[in-house]
C-alpha cells in the first residue's frame, strides 16, 4: 500500500487530525510536543502553532453561524482562540486534578457540543481501572457548561458517532476494546454500553517489534457508510469496521504506532492516519523512519468520510464564566 507523508517536521505524539474544507487542509496535534499544525496537501506546507500546555484535541468553531477560530482541550481546560495562533481564552474547566490527568481524544458532536476524553496517568489506571472520564462541553445558548458523560476509564479514544447520529462510538484503549452506546442527540442522553469488538490484550513478555500482539485500539472516524475506522496503536495498521464489528479491511502502516485517522481531501475519500515516536525503542525508529509523521493513503478510499462538525456557541466567550 503506498504512503505519502504530509507536512514536517514530524511529531512526537500526533493526533486528533480532521480535515477543513474551506481552507483544504489538514489540522492536528502534537500532545508532548505542545503544538498545533496545519498542512496543505497540495503543497506541503505546514504551520506550527506553540501551545503552553499538551493539546489533547481540537476543532473548528463558529459563532452565530460563522466560522470564528478553534476551541482546544489543552490540559488545564478548554479554550478558544479566534485566530491561528491567536490568543488562548479559557472558556471552561473540566472536574479533574491536572496534576494527574489531561485533555485526550475529542471532537464535536454533529450538534456542535465539544466532546473530550481524558486519560489518567496515575499508576495502574493503565490497566483500564483509572479516574479518565468524558467530558461534554455546551455553549450554544450561553456561557459554556461542562457535562460528564461517564467515568471510570484509563484513556478514553476513539470517538465518533454514525451517519444517522443515533450511536457514539468509543474505545478505552488499556482495555482494548471498542464500545457502543445509543444516543439521543437532542436530549444527549447515552444508553449501556455494549462491545462493537474486543481486541486481544498484549502477550507477556511482549516486545516492540516481535510478531503476536494485533496493538489496541486509538482514535478513529467514522465514514458516509456507518463503517469505523481505527488505527490500531502498537500495531502497525488501520482497521476498518462493519456496524457490527466485522473486519472490512486491514490496511498496514509503515511505522508501529498509527494514532488516529481521518477521512479528509477534497472528496474526503483520502486516508490520512497521525502516529507517535515519542518513548519509543531506539531500535523500532530505526526500522520506521517515518514514525511521528502524517501520512496520506495514495489509493482513495471506497467510501467517504464525513465533514467535520464545528463547535457551536451562540456569541464568542471572551473569558470563563461570562
Known amino acids: 500500500m503506498a504512503w505519502r507523508t504530509l507536512g514536517s517536521p514530524s511529531c512526537e505524539l500526533g493526533e486528533s487530525p ?6 483544504g487542509r489538514l489540522y492536528w496535534v502534537d500532545i508532548t510536543g505542545r503544538a498545533a499544525l496545519r498542512a496543505d496537501p497540495a503543497t506541503g506546507a505546514t504551520e506550527r502553532w506553540p ?37 488562548l481564552v479559557r472558556i471552561a474547566r473540566l472536574p479533574y486534578d491536572p496534576a494527574h490527568e489531561r485533555a ?51 484513556t ?31 436530549a444527549n442522553t447515552l444508553g449501556p454500553a455494549r462491545a462493537l469488538r474486543q481486541f486481544s490484550p498484549k502477550p507477556p513478555g511482549w516486545t516492540p517489534g516481535t510478531a503476536g500482539y494485533g496493538g489496541r485500539p486509538d482514535g478513529a472516524a467514522m465514514d458516509a457508510g456507518g ?20 473486519v472490512l479491511r486491514e490496511i498496514a502502516t509503515p511505522f508501529a504506532c498509527p494514532t488516529m485517522v ?27 523512519p517515518l514514525a511521528g509523521q502524517v501520512l496520506a493513503l495514495q489509493e482513495p478510499v471506497a467510501v467517504a468520510g464525513l465533514p467535520v462538525n464545528a463547535f457551536q456557541e451562540a456569541a464568542f466567550l471572551s473569558q470563563e464564566g461570562d
Open 51 to 87: 501551545l503552553p500546555e499538551e493539546p489533547g484535541c481540537m476543532a473548528p468553531a463558529r459563532t452565530a453561524g460563522a466560522a470564528s477560530g478553534w476551541v482546544l482541550a489543552l490540559r488545564s481546560g478548554i479554550y478558544r482562540a479566534r485566530h491561528w495562533g491567536g490568543e
Open 156 to 186: 478514553l479514544n476513539g470517538l465518533a458517532w454514525s451517519p444517522d447520529q443515533r450511536t457514539l462510538y468509543v474505545a478505552d484503549t488499556p482495555t482494548h476494546r471498542i464500545e457502543v452506546r445509543g444516543w439521543e442527540a437532542a
Open 227 to 246: 463503517n469505523y475506522w481505527c488505527a490500531m496503536y502498537e500495531g502497525g495498521r488501520v482497521l476498518q469496521l462493519s456496524p457490527t464489528g466485522a
Open 262 to 288: 481521518c477521512l479528509g481531501g477534497p472528496e474526503l475519500r483520502t486516508l490520512f492516519v497521525t502516529s507517535a515516536r515519542h518513548g519509543r525503542p531506539a531500535q523500532e525508529l530505526e526500522r520506521t
Open 18 to 23: 480532521f480535515w477543513q474544507a474551506g481552507d
Open 104 to 154: 485526550n481524544d475529542g471532537k464535536c458532536d454533529p450538534l456542535g457540543r465539544f466532546w473530550v476524553g481524558t486519560r489518567d496517568e496515575r499508576p495502574g489506571a493503565s490497566a483500564g481501572h483509572g479516574q479518565a472520564a468524558m467530558y461534554c462541553i455546551d455553549a450554544r445558548f450561553g456561557t459554556a457548561q461542562v457535562q460528564t458523560m461517564w467515568g471510570g476509564a484509563g
